[in-house]
């Protein structure tokens, strides 16, 4: 191969004002220019004496190169620059630009309006489930019974001998009345304490959910108390614990099942739960004083009966129910027992002398 046609290299094409290419092979695949050309041109341009544009070709010459159409089609052929928008002015490149930012920002928009209405939806779908789990329970949650518990839980971590010195029941302290209630919130262990925690919250969902907060709440406290006041009677020894509000609570299902019996749901579940509860919790206490005589640990049998009985009691005069007279009665004869039970127990721990 001679100097003439030798290895082509393509080099960008100008584009200064009197770059006539555009015109001439517009229509063309390719407009790049190779060197071989461009020294063609140089030598024709120098013959003439036009040296404006040296590479440029003119629109006399009809012929077009060789090496530039071989290079185009050729897949090794190494091209610098070719520029697809040479005819497009630059006002419109700005508004082509232009106009894709606002497509981009558009876009975004709508992926913001896609994930918020999904946010949407998903918080929509949360709450309606919610709704159907609240349907399906037939329960509210016993936030009285919670409360108290949340309460004991604080004192037991505290593990403040100073307040438990102030809270214990104590015989020989009765005219400090607040004792009679707060030892309630007092456990010797940790298995005490759960133990009652779980038994009083689950055995006042039903309670709550059918005779309100409050009334469990008193009924609760003022088997607390009856417990207090019969263990001052019986055992008139030190004593902690929420047994006493616990068995009441249980016994109060029993007033509770009697005056609503054909409105209640799972009547019969409820009597069966409330006699294996009972019945288990007496044998293991008649066991317990048998084997090992009531010691380690030492159970308060005077407070659980006290407190046991003011549920049975106290259920009648605080739970709503049948419109019966013997309902009624059973009101009025509950509260004479438990009012009595009350002076009777206060007047004989301010005679008691120590």
């Known amino acids: 191969m001679d100097a003439k046609h030798k290895s082509a290299r393509i080099v960008p094409a100008s584009r200064s004002a009197n770059n006539i290419l555009a015109s001439v092979f517009g229509a063309r695949r390719c407009d790049a220019w190779s060197e071989n050309e461009r020294e063609r041109s140089s030598q024709s341009h120098a013959q003439d004496g036009d040296l404006s544009e040296p590479f440029i070709r003119k629109d006399s010459e009809s012929d077009t190169s060789v090496d530039s159409e071989r290079l185009c089609v050729e897949s090794n052929a190494r091209i610098f620059a070719i520029d697809f928008e040479k005819n497009v002015p630059k006002d ?3 508004k082509k630009e232009s106009r894709d930012d606002d497509s981009h920002s558009d876009a975004k928009v709508v992926d913001k309006f896609v994930r918020t209405n999904k946010q949407l939806k998903t918080r929509k779908n949360a709450k309606s489930a919610l709704v159907k789990l609240c349907r399906c329970c037939p329960w509210t949650v016993p936030w009285s019974m919670l409360i108290v518990s949340a309460i004991q839980i604080l004192t037991y971590t505290l593990n403040n001998d100073s307040l438990y010195r102030l809270m214990i029941f104590s015989p020989v302290r009765q005219f400090e009345i607040w004792r009679f209630v707060t030892y309630t919130f007092l456990h010797a262990g940790a298995v005490h304490l759960i133990l009652n925690v779980i038994i009083q919250t689950m055995v006042s969902f039903p309670l709550e959910t059918e005779q309100g907060h409050g009334n469990v709440l008193l009924v609760y406290f003022a088997g607390v108390l009856a417990g207090g006041l019969g263990a001052s009677v019986f055992e008139p020894t ?3 614990g929420a047994s006493a509000g616990v068995y009441c609570l249980l016994m109060s299902h029993i007033p509770h099942i009697v005056m609503n019996f054909q409105s209640l749901s799972y009547r019969y579940f409820r009597i069966v739960a409330v ?18 005589g009531n010691l380690q640990p030492r159970i308060g049998v005077a407070a659980h009966v006290s407190g046991a009985t003011c549920g049975l009691l106290f259920g009648f005069i605080v739970y709503q129910g049948g419109k019966l007279v013997y309902f009624r009665i059973a009101r009025y004869a509950g509260l004479l027992l438990y009012l009595g039970w009350i002076v009777a127990t206060v007047f004989y721990n301010m005679e008691r002398r120590f």
Do not use: E, G, Q, W
């Not at 006699?275 to 090992?292: A, N, Q």
């Open 275 to 292: 006699l294996v509860l009972c019945i288990s919790d007496v044998i293991y206490s008649i066991r317990h004083c048998l084997t090992k």
């Open 238 to 240: 030190l004593m902690v």
């Open 92 to 94: 419109k490149r700005d």
